[in-house]
């Protein structure tokens, strides 16, 4: 039996302390319901640039206790909301 | 040459496609501003030569065309996907009353030609000049034989190059004779369709349904709620009731527009559009989902599609590492492509 619900709440969980998070700590100036889980972070979609970047290093390493030290592995991640919950889901099972 | 090779030539090298699916509508005047302020469903912040991504609504809050809106100098201009220039006027004609705005659909004077893929900024290097590599996306210039306009939604490098009618053969046959050295070659509107599925661009060709509006399609980041603009009520109401969310889906199987996704017996959505990835050797679809299950790594789900049941399972977008992500102006070029080392396209 395919427990859906199981999948989707870690997932569901760290969507929403993401959006807080981009709203908290890089002030951006939306309503977390308006964060859509695939859209752009930086450029023409939430708009984050090269500061905000650097920003949200600090908070993988300070919210989750991820250190990413490869380049590409972080260019891909930051692409929107959801490549970054699944940075953070591989390192926990890289941990685990 | 197949779909699946204009796609993989449009990943790797340069690529060129008939800009049929776009029309520019010129407004001019004083009021030019506050018209484009009145439609435009994000803040309206624009310098001369800079672009705006957002879309068009009707009053229901349906997406009806992809817009960019451009500034330069006095006049503004309205890129659109999904409706004629003759409609695009039509729509700012029914929201100009009382403003001193001249409209003007460029349709049949203008044509666009789509240039992209990771070598395209040298292509347009060498057709133009050097300066090109600094061109912001979404920014645009003007060029002697073309209007310029960094956007596209490839994923890649684009370049939307407006161009007179009368002098498209010849610009066309121009870039055809530059681009040999970078192996560019033609590719149709169908490539194109799959590019942009392939990176999460929503279609307004395709990607159109009854009820589905910006907060379904995921593309609330081309709206500011806090303005007025066509649709923004029906939208600001939308927006407690919402039932659906679209995701990205793949499968190894055939899929096919409205098979019911599953999981398990129960139905949680349907395929709005598949097509099949040359990049990724799999399926790829959006997916409308149930709102509370609509999240990306989902796995062990089925589509029941006419010819029987596939699996089914839920990414985040996009569903590629653009080589144009990887690709710095400064240090490669096509020339050294076999010694420059990059991340693969698919992810393992």
């Known amino acids: 039996m395919l427990d859906l619900e199981t999948q989707v709440a870690p997932r569901a969980a760290l969507l929403d302390r993401l959006r807080a998070l981009l709203v908290d700590h890089l002030q951006l100036r939306r309503a977390v319901d308006e964060l859509d889980p695939d859209a752009p972070l930086f450029g023409s979609g939430f708009g984050l640039d090269s500061l905000d970047a650097v920003e949200l290093v600090v908070c993988l390493e300070t919210e989750f206790g991820i250190r990413v030290g490869d380049a590409v592995a972080l260019r891909h991640a930051f692409r929107s909301l959801n490549t970054m919950i699944d940075l953070v889901l591989a390192e926990r099972g890289g941990a685990a | 040459m197949s779909v699946a090779d204009e796609v993989r030539v449009l990943?790797?090298?340069?690529?060129?496609?008939?800009?049929?699916?776009?029309?520019?509508?010129?407004?001019?005047?004083?009021?030019?501003?506050?018209?484009?302020?009145?439609?435009?469903?994000?803040?309206?912040?624009?310098?001369?030569?800079?672009?705006?991504?957002?879309?068009?609504?009707?009053?229901?809050?349906?997406?009806?065309?992809?817009?960019?809106?451009?500034?330069?100098?006095?006049?503004?201009?309205?890129?659109?996907?999904?409706?004629?220039?003759?409609?695009?006027?039509?729509?700012?004609?029914?929201?100009?009353?009382g403003l001193d705005a001249a409209i003007e659909d460029t349709s049949e004077s203008h044509a666009f030609l789509c240039l992209g893929g990771p070598y395209a900024w040298e292509v347009l290097a060498e057709l133009t000049s050097p300066d090109v590599i600094g061109l912001p996306y979404l920014g645009f210039f003007h060029a002697p034989e073309f209007s310029c306009f960094r956007a596209g939604k490839t994923g890649e490098y684009g370049y939307d190059l407006w161009i007179e009618r009368g002098r498209l053969a010849e610009v066309r046959e121009r870039i055809a004779a530059v681009g040999r050295a970078f192996d560019l070659a033609p590719i149709s509107p169908a490539a194109l369709t799959v590019a942009a599925l392939e990176n999460w661009f929503w279609n307004p060709r395709r990607d159109v349904r009854p009820g589905l509006t910006p907060i379904e399609l995921q593309l609330q980041w081309r709206i500011s709620y806090g303005r007025t603009f066509p649709g923004s009520a029906a939208l600001a109401a939308r927006r407690a009731s919402a039932q659906q969310r679209i995701v990205l889906a793949a499968s190894p199987g055939a899929l096919v527009d409205g098979a019911v996704i599953c999981a398990g017996d129960r139905a949680i959505g349907a395929v709005l559009h598949a097509e099949w990835s040359p990049t990724r050797d799999e399926a790829l679809a959006i997916a409308l989902l149930d709102r509370p299950v609509a999240h990306a790594g989902l796995t062990g789900l089925i589509a029941r599609t006419p010819a029987g049941a596939v699996p089914l399972r839920t990414l985040s977008a996009p569903a590629l590492d653009n080589r144009s992500l990887y690709v710095d102006p400064q240090r490669h070029s096509y020339a050294t492509r076999h010694t420059d080392s990059f991340p693969p396209l698919v992810r393992a």
């Open chain 2, 11 to 97: 990943r790797t090298s340069a690529a060129l496609a008939a800009g049929d699916h776009l029309a520019c509508v010129r407004v001019r005047g004083a009021g030019a501003h506050d018209l484009l302020d009145r439609i435009s469903p994000r803040e309206l912040f624009l310098r001369s030569g800079q672009l705006l991504h957002t879309v068009l609504l009707d009053d229901a809050a349906l997406p009806i065309a992809d817009v960019y809106l451009g500034c330069d100098d006095d006049d503004y201009l309205v890129i659109a996907e999904g409706m004629t220039g003759r409609a695009v006027a039509d729509y700012l004609a029914a929201h100009a009353g």
